[in-house]
């Protein structure tokens, strides 16, 4: 038995991590109805409360690099994106950034200071040290606030349910539709705005430092509904990232600039490595770093759990020096500094994502995407710290932007049947799932290590195309899905709904990766190991037109042809 409960809002927020609590925020600053709707528990899920290190802004005066700018931080951008992020946002954002750390002080941030100064570290990427932090802390902290504020604004209402589908009205996306994971009944939502901040797409691969509900659902919902993505080839890896013990797995270890300083790389004969793919060694910046990891292990010299080791015994203090990872480390029952650690690149940031402009607006009339499953802003790679300062700042533009739409647009109903027809395809999935063979937890599973081996770290012509026919057996496996058929806390259920979304998601991916005749910096191919400004100095597009995938390529914005 299973009822729908039906909500109207002003603003509808997907998302409640850093982008959408700031975007939440921003809408109910203009007195609007507010939705923010969220998969799990708001405030204990996502990304944001993992995201350890900093907060980039150039603090000029009021921190301890009185130098550092925004014109500074913009030429970084452009340099560490590899000339590939929309210009026309890096302005706003290098501009908006302080103002945030404010504002987040404002709501009881407690940001490191010396003498009233702001401290900042200097990760791989900045000219300048720039990177604010909260306690070792700052995702953290930042989330705990965002949330506390929105609980004291009576126009936010916040609710737990998976939105599964974007509903239109025309062209127009005027709600959504949904799943309430505790009972399995269904949601509508009728929104004169829609904002998609539901986070980054780690676990389409096998190894991940992302949460396990990064499954990506904003791209596919995005892509489903007729939305533009841009850039799917793009996924940053992060090189240190724990493989073993099982217990930490996807833990990062975090990094000097690419290691700790003094750390020692090893393969699973213990022998040093890294200076055969690049001369920096251990030192190289980590894209470069991933790479020459992910070739050692390609070539068979692995630990017993398929990695490299990290020998951590020579760095100098140790559990001072990056008390945050080790110390936990050590509380697992690690026996560190002598014990080695195993690591791998893992997934570490989605810089693929939906199509923006500068007004947070995406392809569809009425959606708004802000944070990381928004695309475009860094281009190619991405500088470390420079993620939750981006939600911050987007979240705030499409929260403003989608409230003027919500006031001034005229009324939009999602069409008749809309909602109906997506709750009839999750029963039938229910339906079918009795007598059915593949377990969908497997497929997912399978994409993983698919994306992971071809279209991770190195890319090839011939794997992409392996990669691509494999997807399309899980593709055909997934219209046989076996799912135990009860409603309530169903995760079988989820999975059944994400391993479709994330087989699409997958696809586009490969297909992206595919076209990319070039290598920019997260996107390697070992068949063309160079970059190609020629051909390929674009963004590449991908939407879905007579559902079909339709691949394009787009310049891009350049404010400044000086940096
Ligand atoms: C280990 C690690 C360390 C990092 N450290 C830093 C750092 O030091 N500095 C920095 O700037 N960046 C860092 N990052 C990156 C940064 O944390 C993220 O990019 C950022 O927090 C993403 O925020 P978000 O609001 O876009 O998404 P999230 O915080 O992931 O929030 C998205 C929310 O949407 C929900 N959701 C998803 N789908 C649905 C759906 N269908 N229906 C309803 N709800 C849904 C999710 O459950 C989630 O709660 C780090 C990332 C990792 C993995």
């Avoid at 604004?153 to 974007?166: S, Y």
């Avoid at 009728?190 to 901040?197: D, G, K, M, Q």
């Avoid at 213990?270 to 793919?277: I, L, Q």
Wanted: with cysteine; charged share 25%.
């Amino acid at each position: 038995m299973r009822n729908i409960e039906e909500i109207k809002t002003d603003v509808l927020v997907i998302g409640g991590g850093a982008a959408g609590c700031w975007a939440a925020l921003a809408a109910s600053d203009h007195g609007l109805d507010v939705t923010l709707v969220n998969k799990y528990p708001l405030g204990k899920s996502g990304t944001t409360i993992v995201g350890m290190i900093t907060y980039n802004a150039p603090m000029g005066r009021l921190g301890m690099h009185p130098e550092d700018s925004p014109d500074i931080y913009f030429a970084d951008l452009v340099k560490e994106g590899a000339r590939l992020g929309e210009q026309n946002l890096m302005e706003i954002f290098v501009r908006r950034g302080r103002l945030t750390v404010l504002q987040l002080e404002k709501l009881g941030v407690p940001w490191d200071k010396k003498d009233g100064k702001f401290e900042v570290r200097r990760l791989p990427g900045m000219s300048i040290p720039r990177g604010c932090f909260s306690d070792h802390r700052t995702g953290l902290m930042i989330q705990r606030m965002l949330v506390k504020e929105i609980g004291r604004r009576a126009n936010i209402r916040t609710v737990e349910r998976k939105i599964t589908k974007l509903l239109m009205s025309g062209g127009r996306v005027a709600g959504a539709a949904g799943l309430n994971i505790h009972n399995g009944n269904f949601v509508k939502f009728t929104a004169r705005s829609v904002i998609l901040a539901t986070g980054g797409a780690g676990r389409l691969f096998r190894l991940t430092s992302m949460p396990e509900d990064a499954r990506g659902d904003g791209y596919y919902l995005a892509y489903e509904a007729g939305a533009r993505l841009i850039d799917m080839e793009f996924h940053l890896f992060f090189p240190a990232t724990l493989v073993y013990p099982e217990t930490l797995r996807g833990l990062v270890v975090p990094r000097g600039t690419t290691v700790p300083l003094g750390a020692r790389i090893l393969n699973g004969r213990g022998e040093r490595f890294m200076h055969k793919y690049y001369p920096e060694a251990e030192l190289a910046t980590r894209d470069k770093a991933s790479i020459s990891i992910f070739r050692e292990i390609k070539a068979g010299a692995t630990t017993p759990h398929g990695g490299v080791y990290m020998d951590v015994s020579a760095v100098e203090d140790l559990l001072e020096r990056y008390p945050t990872s080790f110390k936990d480390f050590k509380e697992a029952g690690m026996n560190l500094p002598e014990e080695r650690l195993e690591i791998a690149p893992g997934l570490h940031y989605t810089l693929a994502g939906v199509d923006i402009n500068s007004f947070g607006e995406t392809s569809l009339p009425g959606l708004y995407a802000a944070g990381e499953v928004a695309g475009n802003m860094h281009g190619a790679n991405r500088i470390g710290g420079s993620a939750l300062p981006e939600c911050s700042v987007f979240g705030q533009i499409a929260g403003e932007n989608a409230s003027m739409h919500a006031l001034f647009a005229a009324d939009a109903t999602p069409e008749e049947g809309s909602a109906e027809d997506e709750f009839a395809r999750l029963d039938a999935l229910l339906d079918r799932g009795r007598k059915g063979e593949f377990r969908p937890i497997a497929l997912i599973r399978r994409l993983q290590e698919i994306m992971y081996d071809k279209v991770g770290v190195l890319r090839n012509g011939p794997g992409l195309a392996e990669a691509i026919r494999e997807i399309g057996e899980l593709r055909a496996r997934a219209s046989d899905m076996k799912i135990n058929p009860s409603r309530v806390y169903n995760n079988e259920w989820i999975d059944a709904v994400d391993a479709i979304g994330m087989i699409d998601l997958g696809e586009i991916s490969a297909r992206a990766a595919l076209a990319r005749t070039e290598s920019r910096g997260a996107h390697f191919r070992e068949d063309f190991p160079w970059e190609d400004d020629a051909n390929w100095g674009r963004h590449s597009l991908a939407f879905k037109k007579d559902g079909r995938l339709d691949l394009s390529t787009r310049p891009v914005t350049i404010t400044r042809t000086e940096v």
